[in-house]
Nanobody, 124 residues
Framework: VQLQASGGGLVQAGGSLRLSCVVS????????LGWVRQAPGKEREFVAA????????AYGRSVKGRFTISRDRAKNTVYLQMNSLNPEDTSVYYC??????????????????WGQGTQVTVSS
């Protein structure tokens, strides 16, 4: 599976950004798609996941209530709407995939496929 992310940029604290990820290369019905992020000097962090078939979602603790993941099955695209951004959200954001859904999303390492990253910078 191939993942192409876009939409990063520079935004002021309190602002919003939407990331997009176009997915190709496999039959996605059973897949989980999502986002992880990695800030300089920090471990990769799970952000959000969506079950391609049903639209069920999961979120990391630090983004719950501020970020929303969605998908457009017709466009094979996953989105991450990020609201109320703060400087701690500054990271490289990666689109990621897993060939099956899981119940407990505790780690970025649950994903098996990765796209290139897109930089998100939040200024104070």
């Amino acid at each position: 599976v191939q993942l192409q992310a876009s939409g990063g940029g520079l935004v002021q604290a309190g602002g919003s950004l939407r990331l997009s990820c176009v997915v190709s290369g496999d039959y996605l019905f059973n897949y989980a798609l999502g986002w992880v992020r990695q800030a300089p000097g920090k471990e990769r962090e799970f952000v959000a996941a969506i079950r391609w078939s049903t639209g069920g979602t999961a979120y990391g603790r630090s983004v719950k209530g501020r970020f929303t993941i969605s998908r457009d099955r017709a466009k094979n695209t996953v989105y991450l709407q990020m609201n109320s951004l703060n400087p701690e959200d500054t990271s490289v954001y990666y689109c990621a995939a897993r060939s099956s859904w899981i119940v407990n999303w505790n780690s970025a390492s649950e994903f098996g496929y990765w796209g290139q990253g897109t930089q998100v910078t939040v200024s104070s």
